[in-house]
Nanobody, 122 residues
Framework: VQLQASGGGLVQAGDSLKLSCAAS????????LGWFRQAPGKEREFVAGITWSGLRTFNVNSVKGRFAISKNNAKDTVYLQMNSLKAEDTAVYYC????????????????WGQGTQVTVSS
């Protein structure tokens, strides 16, 4: 499975961005998809995940109520809608895929996209 993340950019605090992650080379609908982020000087952090059926999502406390994850199986694409962005959301955002339930442990994800930079100016 190959993953291609896109949609990052430079925005101001309070703005919104929608990241996309397009998958190819596998049965997209059977995978759990996750979004991670890594800020400068920090470890990579799990942000949100969605199961193959789209019935479960999981967000870390820092983005609850502001970020939402969704997927379109027909387009083999998972999205991360980010609203009310803050300077602390600045990071490289990665999408990842695995089989089985959503987890926040990056080592359990088998496939990774290249990352897309999100920069939020305050």
């Amino acid at each position: 499975v190959q993953l291609q993340a896109s949609g990052g950019g430079l925005v101001q605090a309070g703005d919104s961005l929608k990241l996309s992650c397009a998958a190819s080379g596998g049965t997209f609908s059977s995978y759990t998809l996750g979004w991670f982020r890594q800020a400068p000087g920090k470890e990579r952090e799990f942000v949100a995940g969605i199961t193959w059926s789209g019935l479960r999502t999981f967000n870390v406390n820092s983005v609850k109520g502001r970020f939402a994850i969704s997927k379109n199986n027909a387009k083999d694409t998972v999205y991360l809608q980010m609203n009310s962005l803050k300077a602390e959301d600045t990071a490289v955002y990665y999408c990842a895929a695995k089989r089985g339930p959503v987890t926040s442990t990056e080592l359990q994800y088998d496939y990774w996209g290249q990352g897309t930079q999100v920069t939020v100016s305050s």
